[in-house]
């Protein structure tokens, strides 16, 4: 109890701030040589908050069989939590360093096994369930104009202070980062706090992006930016252990790189992008084949390398794959999107989640036509699959750090269908209400279907 007063606490004198600025900006033209210098200060600065509470629940179902990682059969619940603090300093004229603190607790369901397609973007696999806080992220970015272009006005948001940058520019970020930031950024399927929750919805399913098991890595991107497309390409270093805090420090042999082009576009004045994202990552996973021989031979040593509790104990495994994301527009109220990603499959998942194959799609609209402009509405579709090999060790009675049922026997591709309506209660609270139902859960059509239900609480500054 003592944890949640202090986050109420701070998000009380965070909008208490946040009232006194808006104040101030109202009464600005009036007092404006009086305050000049002091409003020329606050701009050099970029402070944001965010909290975000889950619950989550399903009932039972039927399952012919249980494993060390299946999604558990019987009624469940469970609760997670993040609290942010988005901290952010301009330097000098199109530079800035930013640093998020940030503190997790709570669980996802079944500790976060059983479905390649996790059900809670605000989970991940943690050992304990006690609020921990740790450094999220902690950037330099530095902007450079390609030439006299025009400038564009950028808000002041999370991560981002309020600034004229150039429209036509390189922008470099180097530090700790999460790559989903910059890449995949999809309009309408990207932010578990806002919009759909499951993981193979807020990302390319089959993108094993680099990062720790919260999410986050050290790196750098470069970005290539003009008012009608983009390019980005990112280099960064990869877990010692498969989905695990622990990052491999031997980066000439172990690293993760991506690279994608987006175009924007209009149709009817209508906005729309296109993205098309691939990746190469390089690391001591094991294949899958070669362990498949090994347990034939009595030898399960590389299960638990594979299941994220031992180091990899030889390099030379890469998984390369891509993606294509797009979202559109259709009138000021309704957009569409999908995504489809693959990746070759042969080597253990590293970093994000057990899929391979993947393919979603979905619609949001807001709630004008029942005169409710802050309210969301989502529905959402999403196909995850697994290679050959890939399920083939799951059948030979392996598991990863997220699944395993014991076997496979009767594989079919997961498939869930989402759906959540979204409530704006105050200006910086919103509560959502949340359903999701999947069909062969972790590729398993022995087991399922599960329904899942959520209720999610999000405060943001």
């Known amino acids: 109890m003592k944890f949640f007063r202090i986050i109420i606490l701070l998000a009380f004198l965070l909008s208490s701030l946040h009232k006194v600025k808006a104040q101030g900006d109202d009464n600005d033209n009036h007092y404006k040589g009086l305050l000049s210098n002091r409003f020329d200060s606050l701009e050099k600065w970029s402070l944001h908050f965010q909290f975000t509470d889950i619950w989550q629940a399903h009932p039972s179902f039927n399952a012919k069989y249980t494993g060390q990682h299946s999604l558990s059969n019987k009624s469940e619940s469970a609760m997670s939590l993040t609290s942010t603090l988005y901290l952010g300093r301009k330097l000098w004229k199109n530079a800035g360093l930013f640093f998020n603190p940030e503190i997790a607790g ?20 943690v050992g304990s369930v006690a609020p921990a ?13 390609l030439r006299k272009s025009k400038t564009e006005h950028r808000e002041g948001e999370q991560n981002q202070i309020a600034d004229n940058i150039p429209a036509s520019r390189i922008t470099i970020t180097i530090g700790k980062v999460s790559l989903a930031d910059f890449f995949d950024d999809n309009a309408y399927s990207h932010d578990p706090r806002s919009e759909f929750m499951n993981w193979s919805l807020m990302d390319n399913g089959a993108w094993d992006y680099p990062a720790n098991t919260r999410g986050y890595t050290w790196g750098g991107v470069v970005e290539l930016i003009e008012p009608g497309y983009a390019v980005r390409i990112s280099s960064a270093i990869v877990p010692k252990i498969a989905n695990a805090a622990v990052f491999d420090l031997n980066v000439a042999r172990a690293n993760g790189n991506t690279a994608e082009f987006e175009k924007k576009f209009k149709i009817k004045n209508h906005t729309g992008n296109l993205r098309i994202l691939g990746f190469a990552n390089f690391s001591s996973a094991p294949f899958y084949n070669t362990a498949i021989s090994q347990m034939k031979k009595g030898d399960s040593t590389l299960i638990p390398v594979i299941a994220g509790q031992n180091p990899g104990v030889q390099y030379g495994a890469v998984k ?13 109220n309704i957009g569409i999107f999908a995504r489809a990603s693959w990746n070759n499959g042969q080597t253990a998942t590293w970093a994000f989640t057990p899929i391979d194959q993947s393919a979603s799609a979905g619609i949001s609209i807001r709630g004008d036509i029942i005169k409710r402009p802050s309210d969301k ?3 959402a579709f999403v196909a995850n699959g697994a290679s050959a090999p890939h399920r083939n060790y799951l059948n ?5 750090f997220m699944l395993g049922d014991g076997k496979l026997p009767n594989y079919g591709m997961e498939q869930i269908l989402e759906t959540f309506y979204k409530v704006q209660l105050l200006k910086w609270m919103w509560v959502t209400a949340d359903y999701q139902l999947v069909m062969n859960p972790a590729y398993n059509k022995d087991r399922g279907p599960a329904n899942i239900f959520a209720i999610r609480a999000h405060v943001e500054f």
């Not at 669980?107 to 989970?123: D, K, Q």
């Not at 992220?137 to 104009?145: D, T, V």
């Open 106 to 125: 709570g669980s996802g369901l079944s500790s976060v096994f059983g479905m390649a397609g996790a059900p809670n973007g605000e989970t991940f696999r």
């Open 133 to 145: 806080l740790y450094m999220a992220r902690l950037f330099f970015e530095q902007h450079i104009a």
């Open 320 to 332: 390369y794959g891509g993606g294509i994301s797009f979202n559109q527009e259709l009138t000021k």
């Open 377 to 379: 509405f989502g529905l």
């Open 396 to 400: 030979a009675g392996g598991y990863d």
